[in-house]
């Protein structure tokens, strides 16, 4: 952001890559050729803000991720030692992503970008609940007739109340989003950019749209490859969708257009269809 001391010494001088796409970039100087400077990694990144977002983000993505892992026990059993360990696992994952973001002069979380209150719920109204419903009514509709298929993951054919299909959409939504939007996106983002930077500075313009393209394609791959080959496609498709809720709306956006997707899907597929459920 302009008025941010940390990004606007960043040690890409380039403009970022994606500033017309929404307003979390920051707009450099349009006109400036100057070569990327090769810093390390963390140079000019505000390591204590960072860690201090990741170690909230890291706690609520692994106390999600343990509650879901007690709901599919019987009985359910806590396991502090499974808590530190994904509290641990998310939060570095989040504390690179914001190193990453920073890098790349990309504000990837919404309620720190320089919008009005209005503006921000507008935001995750139009890419957080909209195309979340409309991509859960996709679901819905594909997998309706093989929602009992052996290739569907037992947990998922087991859901039986609405707070299973809570937490598990929970879960999904976050961690998820957390491990392929704001990291890898942002990941691939800021490695490509570095690759891609000379034929900037050169003057080649379509280069500077190759990163942001090929993070989304290559992030959309890996998210469908982790949803196993029943669910690539259908994976794959809405993780194109996600990136763009990402880039437009920020983490947030993301989280909740995922989180109402799967719970739309997750109820009307298996407690409404299946006679646990009436609206």
């Known amino acids: 952001m302009p008025d941010d001391p940390h990004i606007?010494?960043?040690?890409?001088?380039?403009?970022?890559?994606?500033?017309?796409?929404?307003?979390?970039m920051t707009r450099g100087n349009r006109t400036s050729k100057a070569p990327m400077k090769q810093g390390h990694l963390f140079q000019n990144v505000p390591l204590r803000d960072s860690l201090?977002?990741?170690?909230v983000i890291g706690a609520a993505a692994g106390i999600v991720n343990e509650l879901s892992e007690m709901n599919t026990q019987l009985p359910p059993q806590f396991s502090p030692v499974n808590l530190l360990q994904q509290f641990g696992l998310y939060a570095?994952?989040?504390f690179l992503a914001l190193v990453f973001a920073q890098k790349v002069r990309f504000e990837g979380l919404l309620w720190k970008r320089p919008q009005s209150q209005f503006s921000k719920v507008l935001t995750l109204l139009l890419y957080g609940a909209v195309p979340g419903i409309l991509i859960g009514l996709v679901y819905t509709r594909q997998f309706i007739p093989v929602r009992y298929s052996p290739r569907v993951p037992l947990w998922i054919r087991l859901i039986r109340s609405p707070y299973d299909s809570l937490i598990y959409s929970l879960r999904a939504a976050i961690c998820e989003e957390l491990v392929f939007r704001f990291l890898l996106f942002t990941g691939f983002l800021y490695i490509l950019r570095r690759i891609f930077q000379p034929l900037?500075?050169?003057?080649h313009a379509i280069a500077?749209?190759?990163?942001l393209l090929f993070s989304i394609l290559i992030s959309s791959l890996l998210f469908g490859i982790a949803h196993g080959l029943f669910g690539f496609a259908s994976a794959f498709l809405a993780s194109l969708v996600l990136c763009l809720c990402f880039v437009r709306g920020g983490l947030e956006s993301a989280v909740l257009c995922h989180f109402i997707a799967d719970f739309v899907f997750y109820n009307l597929v298996y407690l409404?269809?299946?006679g646990l459920l009436s609206i």
């Open 8 to 24: 606007g010494s960043a040690s890409l001088d380039e403009e970022p890559l994606i500033a017309e796409l929404h307003p979390g």
């Open 52 to 55: 201090q977002i990741a170690l």
């Open 92 to 94: 570095s994952c989040c």
């Open 200 to 203: 900037v500075d050169h003057g």
């Open 208 to 211: 500077r749209w190759i990163p």
């Open 272 to 274: 409404y269809a299946g």
